[in-house]
């Protein structure tokens, strides 16, 4: 079973930076770790997904292309969200999910999450 432990939300102004982590109790390469963000009384929306064994990020909504990357270090079992240039538009809880293989953006295709974190962007 894997466990995900996210960090680095908090609150920052438009413009600026974030870079969120996901961290596993393990992470074989064939795993995909997806992102997605859940606004209030919103279901979670797929942000993008890393696809380690790939080496691809594929994204699912077109205002994050350019600003988001994802990465892996996996000497750390980490994944990274960095998010630039946010918007307040993209204040929400941010998540990390895990699955075998293939990239989904869709939260039932996803087996395990982490707790969330909240990202505000506001001045």
């Known amino acids: 079973q894997v466990q995900l432990v996210e960090s680095g939300g908090g609150l920052v102004q438009p413009g600026g930076s974030l870079r969120l982590s996901c961290a596993a109790s393990?992470?074989?390469?064939?795993?995909?770790i997806g992102w997605f963000r859940q606004y209030p009384g919103k279901e979670r929306e797929g942000v993008l997904c890393f696809s380690g064994h790939e080496n691809s990020t594929a994204y699912y909504i077109d205002s994050v292309k350019g600003r988001f990357t994802s990465s892996r270090d996996d000497a750390k079992n980490t994944v990274y969200l960095q998010m630039n240039n946010l918007k307040p538009e993209d204040t929400a809880v941010y998540y990390c999910?895990?699955?075998?293989?293939?990239?989904?953006?869709?939260?039932?295709?996803?087996?395990?999450w982490g707790q969330g974190t909240q990202v505000t962007v506001s001045s």
């Open positions: 393990e992470l074989s390469l064939h795993y995909v």
């Open positions: 999910g895990a699955r075998y293989y293939f990239c989904s953006g869709y939260e039932d295709h996803y087996a395990y």
